[in-house]
């Protein structure tokens, strides 16, 4: 067997035991089968035993057997839990197999197009990996075209958008993928610096304000249906992994969340997504830039009102 087909199979084994919880031999096999894998023969023992070996020497992912009973198989120990870029790899693998395996679903499961992913990722993973300096020509926008050299520390994916955080002639700096031009790969070679990538972007929201000072974010979700109960949203999927909610300060009306990040514009973006469903609270320098944002697209609606009204 090849070994795409083999990690597929690693993958499936993964996400049905991660779904079942504790799920036996025969179980195992009974869904093996309904996939089709391997052109629908039984799952030997032998076999899945060897993949279970495999699985922990490549993902670290232990699957053992209970022992008694009905003899469960279940996972005792998922390092990918706490290894993100892993988790994420291996939940796109999963939705792939399951694509794979139930071919009249594909238009059935719409995903976000990236476009910023296809040209120039694979180049700059490689150049990351391989510790190698590349030469880009980079447009930002508004701006014109300018060519320089750059060290590519880590990638990271935002808003459909996929950035490159590395450094360059001045300093560390976040560049869009779909702002560059070209890439030449150069026979340069750097060392990786005393940085630790997910720490670079811990306490923002996005990829700006590096430099910024953290500060307590502190604003309320309003509960009703008008505002589209932003608290339950908020609880689901937090606008910050810092985020806190102060029960003290909540009422009925709203509920109270706190933050430790730095104000960027993608958080005074993220915040003007929810529209009048929050209201920033504090810091009060925060709170007045998102009042002068809201008088201005006030200002700007009204005055095209009165446009199309003559």
Same mark, same amino acid.
């Given at each position: 067997?090849?070994?795409?087909?083999?990690?597929?199979?690693?993958?499936?084994?993964?996400?049905?035991?991660?779904?079942?919880?504790?799920?036996?031999?025969?179980?195992?096999?009974?869904?093996?089968?309904?996939?089709?894998?391997? !052109?629908?023969?039984?799952?030997?023992?032998?076999?899945?035993?060897?993949?279970?070996?495999?699985?922990?020497?490549?993902?670290?992912?232990?699957?053992?057997?209970? !022992?008694?009973?009905?003899?469960?198989?279940?996972?005792?120990?998922?390092?990918?839990?706490?290894?993100?870029?892993?988790?994420?790899?291996?939940?796109?693998?999963?939705?792939?197999?399951?694509?794979?395996?139930?071919?009249?679903?594909?238009?059935?499961?719409?995903?976000?197009?990236?476009?910023?992913?296809?040209?120039?990722?694979?180049?700059?993973?490689? +150049?990351?990996?391989?510790?190698?300096?590349?030469?880009?020509?980079?447009?930002?926008?508004?701006?014109?075209?300018?060519?320089?050299?750059? /060290?590519?520390?880590?990638?990271?994916?935002?808003?459909?958008?996929?950035?490159?955080?590395?450094?360059?002639?001045? !300093?560390?700096?976040?560049?869009?993928?779909?702002?560059?031009?070209?890439?030449?790969?150069?026979?340069?070679?750097?060392?990786?610096?005393?940085?630790?990538?997910?720490?670079?972007?811990?306490?923002?929201? !996005?990829?700006? +304000?590096?430099? +910024?000072?953290?500060?307590?974010?502190?604003?309320?979700?309003?509960?009703?249906?008008?505002?589209?109960?932003?608290?339950?949203?908020?609880?689901?999927?937090?606008?910050?992994?810092?985020?806190?909610?102060?029960?003290?300060?909540?009422?009925?009306?709203?509920?109270?969340?706190?933050?430790?990040?730095?104000?960027?514009?993608?958080?005074?973006?993220?915040?003007?997504?929810?529209?009048?469903?929050?209201?920033?609270?504090?810091?009060?320098?925060?709170?007045?830039?998102?009042?002068?944002?809201?008088? +201005?697209?006030?200002?700007?609606?009204?005055?095209?009102?009165?446009?199309?009204? /003559?």
């Amino acid at each position: 067997m090849d070994t795409k087909s083999l990690v597929s199979n690693y993958v499936w084994l993964i996400s049905f035991i991660r779904r079942r919880g504790r799920v036996p031999f025969k179980e195992i096999n009974k869904a093996w089968q309904r996939t089709e894998r391997d !052109g629908g023969l039984e799952l030997s023992k032998r076999t899945f035993l060897r993949h279970i070996n495999d699985i922990a020497d490549i993902f670290g992912i232990d699957i053992e057997c209970e !022992g008694c009973g009905e003899y469960n198989y279940f996972i005792t120990n998922d390092d990918s839990k706490s290894d993100t870029t892993k988790e994420w790899l291996l939940n796109s693998m999963s939705l792939h197999n399951f694509v794979c395996d139930s071919q009249q679903l594909k238009k059935r499961i719409l995903l976000e197009d990236i476009p910023s992913g296809q040209k120039f990722l694979t180049t700059i993973i490689e +150049a990351i990996r391989d510790l190698t300096v590349l030469h880009i020509w980079y447009q930002g926008f508004g701006k014109h075209e300018s060519d320089f050299e750059i /060290k590519p520390i880590c990638v990271k994916l935002f808003r459909q958008r996929w950035y490159v955080y590395a450094k360059s002639q001045v !300093g560390n700096r976040i560049y869009a993928l779909d702002r560059i031009n070209e890439i030449e790969v150069t026979d340069k070679k750097y060392k990786f610096p005393d940085i630790a990538p997910d720490e670079v972007f811990n306490k923002t929201v !996005g990829v700006s +304000a590096f430099d +910024a000072k953290v500060e307590k974010v502190r604003i309320k979700a309003f509960k009703d249906k008008q505002h589209g109960y932003e608290d339950c949203y908020l609880r689901s999927l937090p606008l910050h992994k810092s985020q806190r909610e102060i029960t003290n300060l909540s009422t009925d009306e709203y509920a109270v969340f706190e933050y430790d990040m730095k104000v960027s514009f993608d958080l005074k973006q993220e915040l003007l997504r929810h529209m009048d469903s929050i209201e920033v609270v504090s810091p009060f320098s925060l709170r007045d830039e998102m009042k002068r944002v809201t008088e +201005a697209m006030t200002k700007r609606y009204k005055k095209s009102a009165k446009t199309k009204a /003559k």
